[in-house]
């Protein structure tokens, strides 16, 4: 599986946008790249994924560079409840194994 | 509410002892993977099953085994459990395509404790 990068922790003020980075320079061509976050110690929430094209659902927008060796992960209009810690995470690329590798991630705190 | 349902939610139990942990995937999904996430490692993955076959093995104690009925419920079972043991094991699951194009979710996990 590919590795990725992440910063351990960021801030953000609640309304405004909170940009996650993921850096993920060894990926391979057919493997995607998948978002989730955990909340304290709750389950870990599927945010989005994508594979090179930009997505975008009601809970975020994932961009991903050209080059696909790194992508950002935007909430629009953070709120106190956004407070987690986020996983960037490859997955996929053919064969059988699907499982996710999670790594440390990046705590984001929104402030009020 | 993801979906999957996680039970019990909670076990403390003590030493030596054996437990069973119970997964039901979301409806149509085939694929059930645990996880066990304890306080200095992070969530680390166990197993995976995929339409009642092992698919993946990962950093699973020998003690540890998991098995996938023809319900596509999945139960992990724990024994000579050590103090070490005591943490939090989430399953997920998917419906899995050929590409990894599909999201897996998790349940709430079972928090377990060993005293």
């Known amino acids: 599986d590919a590795k990725t990068t992440q910063p351990t922790s960021m801030d953000c003020a609640e309304g405004r946008a909170a940009n996650l980075p993921c850096n993920h320079s060894?990926?391979?061509?057919?493997?995607?790249v998948y978002w989730y976050r955990q909340i304290h110690s709750q389950g870990p929430q599927y945010i989005i994924h994508?594979?090179?094209n930009n997505e975008t659902n009601e809970m975020a927008s994932l961009i991903i560079t050209e080059d696909r060796k790194s992508s950002t992960l935007i909430l629009p209009h953070a709120t106190l409840r956004d407070t987690a810690v986020y996983y960037c995470?490859?997955?996929?690329?053919?064969?059988?194994?699907?499982?996710?590798?999670f790594g440390k991630g990046t705590l984001l705190t929104v402030n009020p | 509410d993801s979906g999957v349902t996680q039970t019990p939610k909670h076990l403390i139990t003590a030493t030596g002892q054996r437990v069973t942990l119970r997964c039901s995937p979301r409806?149509?999904?085939?694929?059930v993977y645990w996880y066990q996430q304890s306080l200095d490692q992070g969530l680390q993955f166990l197993i995976q099953?995929?339409?009642?076959?092992?698919?993946a093995k990962g950093n699973i104690l020998e003690r540890f085994s998991a098995q996938q009925f023809p319900d596509l419920h999945s139960e992990l079972n724990l024994s000579s459990l050590e103090l070490g043991d005591s943490a939090l094991y989430f399953c997920?699951?998917?419906?899995?395509?050929?590409?990894?194009?599909?999201?897996?979710?998790f349940g709430q996990g079972t928090r377990l404790t060993v005293v």
């Open positions: 997920a699951s998917s419906v899995d395509d050929t590409f990894g194009n599909t999201e897996a979710f």
């Open positions: 060894t990926i391979s061509g057919n493997e995607y």
């Open positions: 994508g594979l090179k």
């Open positions: 995470i490859v997955r996929g690329g053919g064969g059988s194994n699907y499982k996710l590798t």
């Open positions: 409806s149509g999904d085939l694929s």
């Open positions: 099953y995929y339409n009642g076959e092992e698919r």
